[in-house]
């Protein structure tokens, strides 16, 4: 089963008595998947004297580790989109053709070196009724790598409560993007008006990812060694009733997630009403495709309804 609590009332909280505080809901279930990521858990989820979480944190049984996190700068930009003429779709920029070297320099020093990658984007560009809502105003979002080795030492600390070195810190990844921003789109330069900056700490802050890993398990080769098969790229786990979906039940990245979540769930149907369930599907996806052609038969909508499946 899993204890659900109150979240208003667990964020208002400033230490573990007080939490524990919290009054809680026991709810029970025969299987229970989680989405989560395999790192919160393990490390938060259940208790440490399972033989799972022992073996998790053996590192002869587990060589995985949590992906990088990432820096992210919001800015708030004078002036409608159109008129300042800032592009409607995603930008990347890249510094250097080699780019393992690049991202060991910048992880190396980040104050003193310029990110290798970094989206670029202008939400209020995609959002039809931004200009009506926020006249005058556009926005964009920047986002690069940020390891979370380099703020682990405010890692017990609260939001807007790190300190001047912290602080300092952000300024200067800060002034990277910034200029990275201002030679790639020239048209917003003075025109800024507000910026701020989220790091690995805000990740761990609002979404609870485990040392600020975005994308769950860093995507290695190591993943599919032997010792790492009970962790990742499958959707059971040595505990019984529970299993895993996204990413962690499959592989990373956003079709990861999503082939994980297909996974988790035939997991938990077995096999026969999962293929119970891809019939249903494909029945009809079939119906539709024959709606759309009245001139087929079933058998061809059957086959054309699997080809767009597969191949599209």
């Known amino acids: 089963g899993v204890r659900v609590s109150n979240t ?7 230490s573990d008595e007080e939490r524990d505080q919290v009054p809680s809901v026991e709810i029970r279930a025969k299987n229970i998947v989680w ?13 440490r004297e399972l033989p799972a979480v022992k073996e998790f944190h053996d590192p002869t049984k587990r060589t995985v580790r949590q992906s990088n996190g990432h820096v992210f700068l919001f800015l708030k930009i004078k002036g409608d989109a ?9 930008l990347w920029y890249f510094n250097s053709y080699d780019m393992d070297q690049a991202f060991d320099e910048y992880f ?39 390891l979370w080795e380099w703020f682990a030492k405010w890692e017990n600390t609260h939001v807007k409560q790190r300190g001047p070195d912290y602080e300092e810190f952000k300024e200067k990844l800060t002034k990277h993007l910034l200029d990275i ?43 599919f060694a032997k010792e790492n098969r009970n962790w990742t790229t499958t959707p059971h786990t040595s ?13 990373p990245a956003v079709c990861g997630a999503m082939y994980g979540g297909c996974f988790g769930a035939a997991a938990v149907l077995g096999h026969v009403r999962t293929f ?3 019939v249903s599907f494909m029945t009809d996806f079939a119906k539709s495709v024959k709606e759309d052609n009245p001139k087929l038969s079933w058998f061809q909508a059957y086959y054309a309804a699997w ?4 191949n599209e």
């Open 8 to 14: 208003s009332e667990l964020w208002e909280c400033t």
């Open 35 to 47: 989405a989560a990521g395999i790192y919160n858990l393990y490390t938060k989820m259940l208790p």
């Open 82 to 90: 159109d008129e300042i003429g800032v592009p409607d779709h995603n």
């Open 108 to 146: 190396a020093n980040p104050t003193e070196t310029r990110p290798p990658t970094v989206y670029i984007g202008f939400p209020c560009t995609k959002d039809t009724s931004w200009k009506k809502r926020y006249p005058g105003v556009s926005n964009c979002v920047m986002i690069s790598d940020g």
């Open 181 to 223: 921003l201002y030679e790639t789109v020239p048209q917003v330069q003075g025109k800024v008006e507000f910026h701020m900056l989220g790091t690995p700490l805000s990740e761990v802050s609002y979404l609870s990812s485990y040392h600020a890993g975005s994308y769950g398990t860093k995507c290695l080769p190591s993943m």
């Open 239 to 251: 505990i019984p009733g529970l299993y895993l979906a996204g990413s962690d039940a499959f592989l």
């Open 276 to 278: 119970k369930l891809m």
């Open 307 to 310: 080809d767009k499946f597969v």
